[in-house]
């Protein structure tokens, strides 16, 4: 689907094009190009045949359907699905029977009248940043397949790069929506901590998951994360707050806004790429004030003792009786963080709350801040090592350096691509808690001036 | 309250101190973990990432008034 979502959803809804044309198309893209990138590990084509068939008869009946009738949309595959076995990203939960109802987002979307065609490659129960999936192979960056489509949302990333869907959901825990963003050079939006009902997806770490959209224009990510908007009281995480949505706010342009870069911390160990795309975003919104948080980097190592030990406690019965079974590339890392004492954990999140009241203390000047989403473009597949400034780190744990100290407050990012030439590269806009409406605003800008565009890849079109 | 569970300038951790497979051996069983000896050198590897990657967490100081309840509201 080379289209935007809202332009098709507009051409269906004018009967220019049917819902069963745009489904058939996207089917036959999937067909031609899913191999070269193997984002969707699931296609349910016959249930996408049958809604769209729904579609198209409703429209011929009069009937007024939501705004995204008709638009092809898949979910990473740790969302339950009506009909599909939810593996997340495992073997190990192929012994699950197939959903028997949606989850949230996913209703959410199909009642927007959106048709979801099925379920995206990840990397097992969401832990890691790079999708190079054992199981179900890696997925592949359309930029150049032999590259990471980023983690763990990475088939999610893929498949809206290579114009498989318009749409597509994923989940972040400390990155995997915008790290996948970054590196695919699309839009990817993860919303604030307990503003999106997680339920029917399957959790990685539950004080730091979230779900969230991905597209390639600010319109479409805007009108798919309305439709996710609603309350639910499955996800006894998820806030009791007004659903605020944000596509009527996308023209308000810049007023008022307070935006600075973040440096310290997210000044350091990247490549020069990472640091020239935040120039390029600050540079089009007229930024030059630098702010810093000092606790970023040890938020984001507790960040990362949470997860792992959080992680660790979720999978416990299985890493007791078939840890063969797992990612060979995170279980020894889900083994280690079930042994992590409890004091370490708890000094952790004692650092979190420190942390949040930094952030929050920083908001009172600024309304956004702007850092690189990840160190580098993507990484070469089977890469185990990132090399800067002269530092060797473990590439599996250290892409999201930048992105898991802002997770670990439950801040709203919106990740745009922002790569002048070359593999694309993303930068993060984050905002207070419960902004999105203004990091959408500066989207909007950005892709409006030709900073923030994205594109289906090369010889996807 | 403001009292310092960890002070400034001092560690919590003696970082050398610590036999990442010593630890990993003697404390996999306390979760119900039974491990072959080459699963357990690789964990003792993975946890030594652990070290790693807390020591900026484990090296700041804490308040005990900052809330340590796992479940995060922003």
Redesign the interface.
């Known amino acids: 689907m080379t289209e935007t979502a809202l332009a098709l959803a507009a051409a269906i809804r004018r009967r220019q094009i049917s819902a069963v044309d745009v489904t058939e198309a996207a089917l036959s893209r999937i067909a031609a190009h899913n191999p070269k990138v193997n984002a969707f590990t699931t296609v349910t084509a016959e249930a996408a045949r049958r809604d769209a068939v729904a579609v198209d008869t409703a429209l011929a009946s009069g009937q007024t359907l939501g705004p995204l009738a008709g638009v092809p949309f898949a979910a990473k595959n740790l969302f339950d699905i009506t009909g599909v076995v939810t593996i997340a990203g495992s073997v190990i939960e192929q012994r699950r029977a197939p959903a028997t109802q949606d989850a949230f987002g996913v209703a959410r979307l199909r009642a927007a009248g959106a048709i979801c065609l099925g379920a995206l490659n990840m990397d097992e129960y969401a832990y890691g940043f790079t999708t190079e999936n054992s199981h179900y192979g890696p997925a592949r960056n359309p930029h150049d397949v032999t590259r990471t489509a980023g983690g763990s949302s990475g088939g999610s990333g893929a498949a809206v790069a290579a114009g498989l869907v318009p749409i597509t959901l994923g989940t972040d825990t400390n990155g995997s929506i915008r790290v996948p963003a970054s590196v695919d050079g699309i839009f990817g939006l993860k919303p ?3 503003r999106l009902s997680r339920a029917g997806a399957v959790l990685f770490i ?3 998951d979230h779900i969230g959209p991905f597209a390639r224009t600010v319109a479409d990510l805007a009108a798919a994360y309305d439709a996710l908007l609603g309350h639910d009281p499955a996800d006894p ?1 998820q ?1 009791d707050r007004p659903l605020e949505p944000v596509s009527g706010a996308l023209d308000r342009g810049l007023d008022g806004l307070r935006i600075a870069r973040l440096g310290g911390h997210f000044a350091k160990l990247g490549l020069p790429e990472a640091y020239r795309a935040v120039d390029t975003v600050a540079d089009a919104l007229d930024v030059s004030a630098e702010v810093d948080l000092p ?1 970023a ?6 960040a ?3 997860t ?1 030990a ?1 992680g660790a406690q979720l999978r ?1 019965p299985d ?2 009786t078939q ?1 063969e079974r797992f990612e060979p590339h995170s279980v ?2 889900l ?6 004492p409890a004091q ?1 954990v ?9 942390f ?1 009241a930094e952030v929050a203390a920083l908001f009172a000047h600024w309304d956004i801040l702007i850092a690189p989403a990840t160190p580098s473009c993507a990484t070469v597949l089977g890469q185990d090592v990132l090399e800067v400034d002269g530092v060797s780190l ?1 590439l599996r ?1 250290s892409f999201g350096m930048y992105t898991q100290p802002i997770s670990c ?3 709203p990012v919106l990740a745009v691509p922002a790569a002048k030439q070359g593999l694309p590269i993303g930068v993060q806009l984050i905002g207070a ?2 902004t999105e409406a203004k990091l959408f605003r500066a989207a909007a800008v950005l892709e409006a001036q030709g900073v923030c565009i994205s594109r289906v890849a090369a010889g996807f079109g | 309250m403001t009292h310092r569970l960890t002070e400034q300038g001092r560690k919590m951790i003696d970082y050398e101190k610590i036999d990442p497979l010593a630890y990993v051996t003697a404390a996999a069983p306390l979760i119900g973990l039974n491990l072959s000896e080459d699963r357990l050198k690789e964990v003792a590897e993975a946890f030594a990432l652990v070290i790693r990657m807390a020591k900026p967490a484990l090296d700041a100081p804490v308040t005990l008034d900052a809330e340590p309840a796992p479940v995060f509201r922003a």
């Open positions: 604030t901590y307990g539950p004080s730091l995480a806030a606790g980097a040890s938020a984001r190592s507790a990362y003792l949470i792992a959080e416990l890493l007791r840890p020894d890392r083994l280690a963080g079930g042994l992590i370490w708890l000094h952790a999140q004692r650092l979190r709350a420190m949040r473990p744990p407050v439950g801040l808690p419960w």
